[in-house]
Nanobody, 124 residues
């Protein structure tokens, strides 16, 4: 089992920045790719960014490419999402997810473990 706890969400003005963190415990990070997803009210959960176990491969949704950066520190069992140039349409609950394989994917159903989410609200 892997437990994931997100932090770092909050209220920010458009154009601002936030850094989300996701700390893992339990059977931790071993050989697990990690992803960030988000879900706005009334919408389906959507892919934001993903990173492989080694950190050598990353994927981004087109909507966040060039503004968000995913990274990980395996020694700290933590994955990060640095968000810059935030827009009101980035407002959502952000979820950290882990899969049981080292390779990253962009599909929600490829991830086995999920955090409780952290709210990000971007005001215009």
């Amino acid at each position: 089992q892997v437990q994931l706890v997100e932090s770092g969400g909050g209220l920010v003005q458009a154009g601002g920045s936030l850094r989300l963190s996701c700390a893992a415990s339990g059977r931790t990070f071993d050989r697990r790719a990690m992803g960030w997803f988000r879900q706005a009210p009334g919408k389906e959960r959507e892919f934001v960014a993903a990173i492989s176990w080694s950190g050598g491969t990353t994927y981004y949704a087109d909507s966040v490419k060039g503004r968000f950066i995913i990274s990980r520190d395996n020694a700290k069992n933590t994955v990060y999402l640095q968000m810059s140039s935030l827009k009101p349409e980035d407002t959502a609950a952000y979820y950290c997810a882990a899969r049981s394989m080292a390779t990253a994917t962009t599909r929600v159903h490829d991830y086995n473990y999920w955090g409780q989410g952290t709210q990000v609200t971007v005001s215009s």
